[in-house]
């Protein structure tokens, strides 16, 4: 058995928005984990897991409820060390018998918190090595339910405020359970707390990349068998990477089908057939699908709407050359793990759908195709060091992310072809204007969206009455959150001109300065 299956941690999610941090910041400390669902961990899970440490994340509910998400009793037996967060610390001490109170707004000794709140020291406690050497420390809370009492062989370690429990530890058993969140980037010192508990839970940490890889080949080769794939190319990283991962598995068993959907940037079409047919020999199936999908778009404003259509044909089209494909048992996509917990709810609620990614949510019952998703543990920036590890050329890896529904979520309310056909060009204009002034690999993703309005301008002697447009990019590391690029006014004002020169139909250019959260990086 590799080191990979062997040393590996559970985190149980009890539907925390921000669970997947936590399996992020353990793979940057080169520990193997798996995201689960608190409802699938059952004992039979955790005798084949075989989890070297657990963690339980936060989540929306209150133990309170008699009918709170718990997990098994059986995993307070197991003898591994556990490290409960938020919602994960109050379970674990409710469930080992101490008290937890209902959150109130106020008030002193033990009320809700939400935001930074300071640390002080009040025992010494080898999960918290290299804290409070200069006093007390920031950290993150966000709860309103809190520790009253403490289950027996708990001792308390470090308070804030208004949470006296804020890091307990029966220290003999290695259980540890805090009320902050160390996951995020505003507990600055979240990443020693990860570093002491793998530690202590006796990990190697020489997990890497290579690893996976490794593991991944394996994995897709016992899933497939001598079942044959087809796998959606995007043009993108994410599904570039997952078919020469896959190709690399299994070979000729794939088929990859690119599907110009007609709602592809300049060029892309041909990039793509270039690099996986003439570059990696790869089976290639390249349909020109333009007329089916901007006929049933044209005139559909709801972005739902757009992205269910989208999601709907290209299985269609999926299922018809899958059809023609003997064996095809498996549909491949390169969905990555925040397109998953952003549009699923998968421990029953507390994780909202933000919007529909058409690669998410399985694929109807009568298609007869199973899903393979290699990818759907990663992050992006994961997925491009596995690109890297692959051999995959730089252009490839270097890709700003496009979505699966293309350009037809960048048409805020009604989609016509004579829009895509604008936006298009503006779009490929903006994408030189970056390459020119070395700004591509700075930038996370820019696009051109078009604006469901015209304007009145002025150009020559006549009157126009045009589109206006928006330039968006921006800054991020996981696509989780963003931060607008600043540009400077020479930058914006030169690429504003040439738009307007080069292409007809807009004549107004602006620039979008939000970030996200609260606005979402493309507009639909
Ligand atoms: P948002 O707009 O949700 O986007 O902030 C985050 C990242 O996800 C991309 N995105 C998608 N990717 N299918 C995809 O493959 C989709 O349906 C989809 N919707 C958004 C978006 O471009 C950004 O990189």
Same mark, same amino acid.
């Given at each position: 058995?590799?080191?990979?299956? #062997?040393?590996?941690?559970?985190?149980?999610?009890?539907?925390?928005?921000? %669970?997947?941090?936590?399996?992020?910041?353990? #793979?940057?400390?080169?520990?193997?984990?798996?995201?689960?669902?608190?409802?699938?961990?059952?004992?039979?899970?955790?005798?084949?897991?075989? +989890?070297?440490?657990?963690?339980?994340?936060?989540?929306?509910?209150?133990?309170?409820?008699?009918?709170? +998400?718990?997990?098994?009793?059986?995993?307070?037996?197991?003898?591994?060390?556990?490290?409960?967060?938020?919602?994960?610390?109050?379970?674990? *001490?409710?469930?080992?018998?101490?008290?937890?109170?209902?959150?109130?707004?106020?008030?002193?000794?033990? %009320?809700?918190?939400?935001?930074?709140?300071?640390?002080?020291?009040?025992?010494?406690?080898?999960?918290?090595?290299?804290?409070?050497?200069?006093? +007390?420390?920031?950290?993150?809370?966000?709860?309103?339910?809190?520790?009253?009492?403490?289950?027996?062989?708990?001792?308390?370690?470090?308070?804030?405020?208004?949470?006296?429990?804020?890091?307990?530890?029966?220290?003999?058993?290695?259980?540890?359970?805090?009320?902050?969140?160390?996951?995020?980037?505003?507990?600055?010192?979240?990443?020693?707390?990860? =570093?002491?508990? $793998?530690?202590?839970?006796?990990?190697?940490? %020489?997990?890497?990349?290579?690893?996976?890889?490794?593991?991944?080949?394996?994995?897709?080769?016992?899933?497939?068998?001598?079942?044959?794939?087809?796998?959606?190319?995007?043009?993108?990283?994410?599904?570039?990477?997952?078919?020469?991962? $896959?190709?690399?598995? $299994?070979?000729?068993?794939?088929?990859?089908?690119?599907?110009?959907?007609?709602?592809?940037?300049?060029?892309?079409?041909?990039?793509?057939?270039?690099?996986?047919?003439?570059?990696?020999?790869? +089976?290639?199936?390249?349909?020109?699908?333009?007329?089916?999908?901007?006929?049933?778009?044209?005139?559909?404003?709801?972005?739902?709407?757009?992205?269910? $259509?989208?999601?709907?044909?290209?299985?269609?089209?999926?299922?018809?050359?899958?059809?023609?494909?003997?064996?095809?048992?498996?549909?491949?996509?390169? =969905?990555?793990?925040?397109?998953?917990?952003?549009?699923?709810?998968?421990?029953?609620?507390?994780?909202? =759908?933000?919007?529909?990614?058409?690669?998410?949510?399985?694929?109807?019952?009568?298609?007869?195709?199973?899903?393979?998703?290699?990818?759907?543990?990663?992050?992006?920036?994961?997925? #491009?060091?596995?690109?890297?590890?692959?051999?995959?050329?730089?252009?490839?890896?270097?890709?700003?992310?496009?979505?699966?529904?293309?350009?037809? *979520?960048?048409?805020?309310?009604?989609?016509?072809? =004579?829009?895509?056909?604008?936006?298009?060009?503006?779009?490929?204009?903006?994408?030189?204007?970056?390459?020119?002034?070395?700004?591509?690999?700075?930038?996370?993703?820019?696009?051109?969206?078009?604006?469901?309005?015209?304007?009145?301008?002025?150009?020559?002697?006549? #009157?126009?009455?045009?589109?206006?447009?928006?330039?968006?990019?921006?800054?991020?590391?996981?696509?989780?959150?963003?931060?607008?690029?600043?540009?400077?006014?020479?930058?914006?004002?030169?690429?504003?001109?040439?738009?307007?020169?080069?292409?007809?139909?807009?004549?107004?250019? %602006?620039?979008?300065?939000?970030?996200?959260?609260?606005?979402?990086?493309?507009?639909?």
């Amino acid at each position: 058995m590799t080191e990979y299956t #062997r040393e590996r941690l559970l985190i149980i999610d009890f539907g925390s928005q921000v %669970t997947q941090l936590i399996a992020r910041r353990l #793979r940057e400390l080169r520990v193997y984990c798996e995201i689960h669902p608190y409802q699938n961990v059952t004992d039979t899970f955790l005798a084949s897991f075989k +989890p070297q440490a657990v963690i339980f994340s936060g989540g929306p509910n209150t133990v309170t409820n008699p009918s709170h +998400p718990r997990p098994p009793k059986e995993i307070y037996e197991i003898n591994v060390p556990i490290l409960g967060i938020c919602y994960g610390q109050q379970v674990m *001490i409710q469930d080992l018998g101490g008290k937890i109170d209902g959150g109130k707004i106020s008030g002193g000794g033990g %009320t809700a918190e939400f935001g930074r709140a300071l640390l002080q020291q009040r025992g010494d406690l080898d999960l918290l090595a290299g804290w409070f050497d200069e006093g +007390p420390e920031q950290v993150w809370m966000s709860h309103g339910d809190h520790v009253a009492e403490l289950a027996p062989g708990f001792d308390v370690f470090a308070a804030s405020k208004n949470a006296p429990f804020a890091v307990v530890a029966n220290t003999n058993r290695k259980f540890f359970a805090i009320q902050f969140h160390p996951e995020v980037y505003h507990t600055p010192k979240g990443k020693e707390l990860f =570093t002491n508990f $793998i530690r202590i839970s006796g990990f190697s940490q %020489t997990w890497s990349m290579d690893n996976f890889h490794t593991k991944a080949l394996d994995h897709i080769r016992e899933q497939v068998g001598k079942k044959k794939v087809i796998c959606g190319l995007s043009g993108g990283v994410d599904s570039s990477v997952a078919a020469v991962l $896959i190709h690399k598995a $299994i070979g000729d068993q794939l088929t990859c089908i690119f599907v110009d959907h007609g709602l592809l940037r300049a060029n892309e079409a041909r990039d793509v057939v270039e690099m996986f047919r003439d570059h990696y020999n790869i +089976p290639l199936i390249h349909t020109d699908e333009s007329e089916l999908f901007l006929s049933t778009l044209e005139n559909q404003s709801d972005p739902e709407t757009k992205r269910k $259509i989208i999601g709907r044909l290209f299985v269609d089209v999926f299922q018809r050359y899958a059809s023609e494909i003997p064996d095809a048992a498996f549909l491949a996509q390169g =969905t990555l793990y925040p397109d998953i917990i952003e549009s699923i709810s998968h421990s029953g609620g507390p994780s909202e =759908t933000i919007k529909s990614h058409h690669n998410v949510g399985g694929l109807p019952k009568e298609m007869g195709l199973r899903l393979l998703e290699p990818l759907r543990e990663l992050f992006k920036d994961e997925v #491009r060091e596995l690109g890297r590890e692959l051999g995959l050329p730089k252009p490839f890896i270097a890709r700003h992310p496009f979505p699966g529904p293309g350009l037809a *979520i960048r048409v805020p309310g009604k989609i016509t072809r =004579t829009k895509i056909e604008i936006l298009r060009a503006a779009d490929a204009i903006f994408i030189d204007q970056i390459t020119k002034y070395d700004l591509y690999d700075k930038i996370w993703q820019a696009f051109v969206v078009i604006l469901p309005v015209r304007t009145v301008g002025v150009m020559g002697d006549g #009157r126009t009455y045009d589109f206006a447009c928006s330039l968006r990019a921006v800054t991020s590391v996981d696509g989780m959150t963003a931060d607008y690029f600043p540009f400077t006014h020479e930058f914006l004002s030169e690429t504003s001109t040439r738009i307007i020169n080069e292409v007809q139909g807009i004549n107004r250019v %602006t620039y979008d300065i939000t970030s996200k959260p609260p606005s979402t990086i493309e507009w639909e």
